[in-house]
């Protein structure tokens, strides 16, 4: 995940693979989606319209993601370890402890009337083990590239590593350690994303050259997927991780017609700059949530819909702030002194 310095969302930006970005982009408004839908739901204390699209997307929505940030790891398995630990793995675990900062800061206050100071600090503490509400992603991609890579040195067969992940996701593990957890549960995505690259790519260029096969593959593929979902079936161990994949195979395909076609630049846009909304989509997702029910306009799906889009165009507008002003440019960039390599 890049985070270019000067490129508006009307704009793609130059010098990246297109079909990735727009992947990307699915997935973090995918992953935003339900966050945001589940929240308001919650709070409403009913389902609204938004929710069989939460629910359609729950077998691939996080799959897919570490599937997409595995497609580039073996371009930098054999760089140094020092360049390789700054670039892979300092980098997550700066905006992890940065924004881990930022939103315990602006919690304490409820976490303190709740529980109390000491309580609190503690879960503080706890929290740089423990992955903490919605940064668990980042903080899970600093252990896997740090596992690949320990893997890749060691040389390990891939089919080995492939296989133990599949069965540890088949499981499943749960151990009520959260990064043990989320680890057995994910690192088989984005191993296969990292095996399964030059394929991955040779599919994107399919989809473009056999559109109408691309389409009817992506229309078998709802139908099975939803299928699964509606039976409660798409958890079952072995069942859910060969969805998870199969999802991440039609968003291939779907990723590579969005961009083919042209039209979609601010997906691509949305795509690039994901860590960016992953990091801060928090905080206007819980101020919308709060203030928009006010108004009492709104039922429960549309509220929704529109605590998506605030979530998601929030940290948009936060961004292109820092970058027109330069200020807070360590919320998004690392600044040079959380650097190993220059």
């Known amino acids: 995940m890049i985070i270019p310095a000067t490129h508006g969302p009307d704009r793609p930006v130059p010098d990246r693979i297109a079909w990735v970005d727009h992947a ?22 009913e389902t609204g319209w938004m929710n069989p699209l939460v629910q359609f997307a729950a077998p691939f929505r996080m799959p897919d993601f570490f599937l997409i940030s595995g497609l580039f790891v073996a371009q930098v398995l054999d760089r140094d370890w020092r360049l390789y630990l700054d670039r892979k793995v300092l980098h997550y675990l700066y905006f992890y402890l940065l924004w881990l900062a930022i939103q315990y800061a602006v919690k304490a206050p409820v976490f303190i009337a709740e529980q109390g100071a000491a309580a609190t600090l503690a879960g503080f503490v706890v929290a740089l083990v423990q992955p903490f509400g919605t940064l668990w992603f980042i903080y899970l991609l ?77 229309l078998l593929w709802a ?97 292109l702030l820092v970058e027109r002003t330069g200020l807070g440019r360590f919320l998004f960039e690392r600044p040079a002194w959380a650097r190993l390599v220059p």
């Open 24 to 45: 990307k982009g699915i997935c973090i408004i995918l992953v935003v989606m339900m966050h945001a839908v589940l929240g308001v739901e919650a709070a409403e204390g």
């Open 223 to 319: 139908g099975l997927n939803g299928a699964a979902v509606l039976a409660g079936l798409h958890e079952a161990p072995g069942l859910s991780l060969l969805l998870g994949l199969a999802g991440g195979g039609a968003i291939v395909l779907v990723s590579s017609l969005l961009a083919a076609s042209g039209r979609a630049a601010a997906l691509a846009w949305v795509g690039a700059h994901s860590i960016v909304i992953y990091l801060a989509f928090f905080f206007p997702m819980a101020a919308s949530r709060v203030l928009l029910p006010k108004l009492g306009l709104f039922d429960t799906g549309t509220l929704s819909l529109l605590v998506t889009i605030a979530a998601v165009t929030g940290p948009v507008i936060l961004f």
């Open 142 to 218: 600093a252990i896997f590239f740090v596992v690949t890579r320990l893997l890749h040195d060691a040389r390990v067969p891939w089919q080995l590593t492939l296989a133990v992940a599949a069965l540890l996701q088949i499981a499943p593990v749960e151990t009520g350690v959260h990064v043990v957890d989320y680890f057995c549960e994910r690192f088989v995505y984005f191993f296969a994303g990292y095996i399964l690259a030059p394929r991955l790519f040779a599919l994107a260029d399919l989809a473009v050259r056999h559109v109408g096969l691309s389409l009817a593959g992506i």
